[in-house]
């Protein structure tokens, strides 16, 4: 969930209102207050799909149309620009606008660069899948093209005083040093007739790419890898942008072959069944429209049981008639809704076969401890452990297979906690891949006789015979361990642990143990349980 | 009262020393424990004289038995009467430091003459040989133990042959209540209960000694549930009450369950709600193929009225094995089995996602989740269900609901709670299925789903800031929780 720094005295200028009630107007948004330190406020947006209230003027918009506060914008039909794109296969799509006519504060200069900067780490993941750049329209030498460029060509990077080659620009400049693996060896440039306009999506040209208090119009550039994203993402950045400015107008972009005006405003329809807002909704709700041009939706046709609705051009979440009644209920307000229990003859089950352990461990007196399914692989060496990809540390890189060397390491963080430590654990594992559940006894002071001891009390509870098979494994004293089997099939371990890994672990009281697979059991526990 | 109390106590008449009840047969450091019990409890008085005494040094104890230099001197000198001074040395076995202090100093006392290098023994030199001295007299007491010093000993000191110590004396004698307490205990009373005492009615010519009940006993720990898990237990039960039935599954999910069949896309954002922990061998797994086909369609184009994300569907994604992130993926798997209509469902399991260990992060915990569905169930039902978890479960009056969002419900909500001293606290989040997560599994009837921040709950019902309690390896505090 992206988080947003706002200016609450930019926020009153878009919507043309004073705000009183931020919170509760946020709410309707799905955006919550999470701060507020003098005129700014940070904003946390849950709605992932909804990037286009990543911003302040995205929310000053949405605001706008809770509060019923018009705004009047000029949309150009013609396009104002070309640019003509050469083949740049790392990089392949582009689309643009320009906005003119605008008023910028270093304060809504700086939105504008949250604005982006939120986006690309997105929505454009880090900048792979888009990348937004902004430029002042007035000093460009139309046309533009978008191509491959010579790597030893040279401008000077935004925020630089020296110019640079492409290749200097990956090699030392830090958004080089950061991007640089995005571009894959080939250098994607956007240049007008004169000049380099921007090395996406790396970053801008000082001259060309920098805006400023100054800057009356805006051009709008988005490049990337998925067609749908780019074009998605120019809307959102134009949106904002004119939220600043008058005017909006289109950019033609001539691939080979084809030809694409952006940014596309169309708008979709949806049809709004009135009797099936009432199912979901479980009571009938007066004044619909209103509802709906609340939250941005423009109603084309009503009457009888069917509304139709124009999708505001900026949502790109609405996909089932459900989206908007969603939006219908939140202006209509959860709070105002009278909750109803629902009545369902159903009965309660529950699997049992863990309590049924639990209940035997507390039985015996032991204390229930509940260790962790992860654990690090450095320490669990000795076993076979199924491990994660993208552990964020050492320390928790894989899943147990085992439970008592879990109850090893608890042990050897209470060495000075009095003895007896008798301990018990019902408790998940991983096998492979699969899932088991196991019950873990743990005893220190003990030996192998109190741990067989309570083994045959649990084999007495659930009535199941067993038989113990020597054999050896991890951290147990050969000839004082074994297997546990139930039939033919193996379901545990019991046996002393090595003087020398309690000696390593710090532990200097004799250990006995034992570990079973109660998923095994079930079987057992059917025939014995009553309920 | 301990038997070596007791016995300590019956042996005790007017003032002992120490060493009196050391003669009695009890250990030195028996005694001492008893002791300081029993002048803790008020039983005893003990007076403590310090005292400043000489013992015998090694050289001491050496001299004892083999005498001191200038006896020996005089007695080997006393068997010629003259000698020359090197064969005094050699015949009484004297180094040369011995002899020569030894010769000095009889010299001075007029014990020997000495004329032309030759050493003779005076009337009062046979006369010192024949008695013993009282420093020899001295020497003899302070081999059974140290004794006070005594006047004229000062050179014995000076020759290294004594040395001062200070001992603390004890002498121990009984107070009031000591006394009242000997009374009864020299009575023949009943300590234990023992199966003679039951078999023979001992009780009715003999009293049962009373105990002191309020006195303190030893710790001991007994078995007792983990406090966390007991908590979630409370909840599971609970729900069972409300008629809910629980649901398992794999800790190790097929990234099918887990996101795909959630509608979750695999291209967007909604998909990184949260990050996912991925297998990293083996890497994929096994989905029923005609299942996953309707999935895919459901995203590439939508189902049941739905436009669907419009991109193209990755399979080999799907079957990707990875730690379930969040128990919906029980839902999941529950919808497209067997599943009653009308149900309800829960499940309290293991989640796993990528995070760093901190106060408030932990990479792996509990959660509670579950599914309602049946014919005619809408948002009031929702609601009403909130309340039920708030009032409930949460334990809590006031409470409201908040927009939310989730990938997989529309519309969705969340449960904000009035804990007092917390303040308004997120309790849950739900929603209602969204067609495209329902109609791949064929349910047409509304589904709503739940989930409920639960280890909040515990933490703030318990009063721990630090969620790595919840899976404390502190066994000192485990004890100490209710």
């Known amino acids: ?531 | 009262m301990s038997g070596l109390e007791r016995r300590v106590l019956k042996l005790l008449e007017g003032e002992m020393g120490e060493e009196e009840l050391l003669e009695k047969g009890i250990k030195d450091i028996e005694l001492n424990r008893a002791l300081s019990w029993l002048e803790s409890k008020g039983l005893i008085k003990v007076r403590r004289v310090v005292r400043e005494v000489v013992k015998l040094t090694e050289l001491g104890k050496k001299y004892v038995e083999e005498g001191l230099p200038e006896k020996r001197f005089l007695s080997a000198l006393a068997q010629k009467g003259e000698m020359d001074p090197k064969s005094v040395m050699r015949c009484a076995l004297l180094d040369a430091r011995e002899f020569s202090a030894a010769m000095g100093r009889l010299k001075e006392k007029g014990m020997i003459e000495v004329k032309r290098n030759k050493v003779r023994i005076t009337e009062k030199g046979k006369k010192y040989l024949r008695r013993e001295s009282v420093e020899e007299r001295f020497l003899r007491e302070l081999e059974k133990g140290p004794r006070r010093m005594k006047k004229g000993m000062e050179e014995l000191l000076r020759r290294g042959i004594i040395a001062k110590e200070v001992v603390v004396k004890r002498y121990v004698r009984l107070t009031k209540l000591g006394k009242r307490v000997v009374k009864r205990l020299r009575e023949d009373v009943i300590e234990q209960i023992t199966p003679e005492v039951i078999r023979k009615g001992l009780w009715k010519e003999k009293r049962i000694r009373a105990y002191d009940i309020k006195a303190k006993v030893p710790k001991r720990f007994f078995g007792k549930p983990q406090p966390y898990l007991s908590f979630l237990n409370e909840v599971k039960e609970k729900l069972i009450a409300l008629g809910f039935k629980e649901m398992q599954g794999p800790l190790v999910e097929l990234s099918f369950w887990n996101c795909d069949a959630l509608f979750m896309p695999q291209d967007h954002p909604a998909r990184g709600i949260h990050d996912i922990y991925y297998v990293k061998r083996p890497k994929y797994g096994k989905v029923d193929e005609e299942l996953l086909e309707r999935v895919a369609e459901a995203h590439e184009k939508g189902v049941g009225g739905s436009k669907g994300w419009g991109y193209k569907f990755s399979k080999k994604e799907s079957r990707r094995l990875i730690l379930r992130s969040q128990n919906t993926a029980l839902s999941a798997r529950t919808l497209a089995g067997d599943v009653e209509i009308p149900g309800k469902y829960f499940a309290i399991a293991r989640v796993f996602r990528p995070d760093v260990v901190d106060r408030t992060h932990l990479p792996e915990f509990n959660q509670v989740e579950g599914i309602v569905l049946g014919e005619g169930l809408n948002f009031r039902h929702l609601l009403g269900m909130l309340k039920l978890f708030a009032e409930e479960i949460a334990g809590t009056e006031r409470f409201r609901f908040d927009t939310g969002y989730f990938p997989f419900t529309e519309p969705s909500v969340e449960l904000v709670g009035y804990k007092k001293g917390f303040g308004w606290v997120e309790l849950g989040g739900a929603g209602i299925l969204r067609p495209e997560v329902t109609k791949p599994f064929g349910i047409d009837v509304p589904v709503l789903a739940w989930g409920l921040g639960i280890d909040r709950l515990f933490m703030m019902k318990h009063k721990i800031d630090d969620i790595r309690k919840l899976f404390s390896y502190d066994l000192g505090w485990l004890r100490c929780q209710p």
Not at chain 1, 40 to 64: Q, Y
Not at chain 1, 161 to 170: D, G
Not at chain 1, 401 to 418: A, D, K, Q
């Open chain 1, 1 to 531: 969930m992206p988080t947003i720094t706002i200016s609450k005295r930019d926020l009153e200028k878009l919507v043309g209102r004073e705000i009183n009630d931020l919170e509760g107007l946020l709410g309707y948004l799905k955006a919550e207050v999470k701060g507020r330190k003098g005129d700014e406020v940070e904003v946390e947006l849950k709605d992932t799909n909804r990037p286009d209230l990543f911003s302040l003027e995205g929310i000053a918009r949405g605001l706008r149309n809770l509060m019923g506060v018009r705004k009047r914008f000029v949309f150009g039909k013609e396009p104002v620009l070309e640019v003509r794109v050469k083949k740049v296969g790392v990089r392949p799509y582009i689309a643009a606008a320009v906005i003119k006519k605008v008023k910028l504060s270093d304060s809504s200069i700086r939105s504008l660069m949250r604005l982006q900067e939120v986006l690309d780490r997105t929505v454009g993941r880090n900048r792979e899948r888009t990348s937004i750049g902004l430029y002042n329209y007035d000093l460009l030498t139309p046309p533009l093209r978008y191509e491959l460029g010579d790597p030893n060509s040279s401008f000077v990077p935004l925020g630089s005083k020296k110019r640079m080659t492409l290749k200097e620009i990956l090699r030392e400049h830090p958004k080089g040093v950061e991007y640089g693996h995005l571009i894959k060896g080939s250098y994607p440039i956007l240049r007008d007739k004169r000049k380099i306009l921007s090395f996406p999506p790396i970053i801008n040209s000082n001259d060309l790419g920098r805006i400023t208090t100054r800057t009356k119009n805006v051009l709008v550039e988005v490049t990337g890898t998925d067609l749908k994203w780019v074009e998605r993402v120019l809307k959102i950045v134009s949106l904002s942008v004119l939220e600043w400015g008058r005017e909006l107008h289109p950019v033609r972009i001539l691939y080979r072959g084809k030809e694409r005006t952006t940014p596309d405003l169309s708008q979709e329809e949806v049809t709004l069944d009135l009797l099936e807002l009432e199912r979901l909704s479980g009571f009938e709700i007066r004044d619909v429209e209103k509802h709906l041009r609340r939250m941005g939706y423009e109603v084309t046709k009503k009457g009888g049981r069917f509304v139709r609705v124009r999708v505001p051009t900026y949502r790109t979440d609405v996909m089932h008639p459900v989206d908007v009644m969603e939006d219908v209920l939140i202006s209509y307000g959860y709070n105002r809704i009278e909750p109803e229990m629902p009545k369902l003859p159903t009965t309660g089950w529950k699997d049992g076969l863990t309590d049924k352990f639990r209940e035997i461990g507390l039985g015996m007196g032991l204390e229930e401890v509940q260790t962790f399914i992860m654990n690090s692989k450095s320490f669990l060496e000795d076993f076979e452990v199924l491990e994660v990809e993208n552990p964020m540390s050492s320390s928790k890189d894989c899943l147990r297979s085992w439970i008592y060397p879990c109850h090893l390491e608890f042990l050897s963080m209470n060495t000075h906690v009095p003895y007896p430590q008798k301990i018990f654990e019902v408790g998940e594992v991983v096998q492979g891949v699969k899932t088991r559940r196991h019950l873990c006894v743990t005893l220190a002071p003990s030996d192998f006789t109190e741990a067989k001891q309570m083994l045959n009390h649990v084999a007495d509870r659930l009535r199941f015979e067993y038989e113990l098979v020597p054999e050896g494994f991890p951290w147990l004293v050969e000839g004082r361990c074994g297997k546990i089997v139930v039939g033919k099939k193996e379901i545990g371990v019991i046996g002393e642990v090595h003087p020398e890994k309690l000696n390593e672990l710090g532990i200097f009281n004799p250990v006995s143990l034992f570990e079973i697979d109660i998923d095994s059991l079930k079987r057992f526990y059917e025939r014995i349980r009553t309920v």
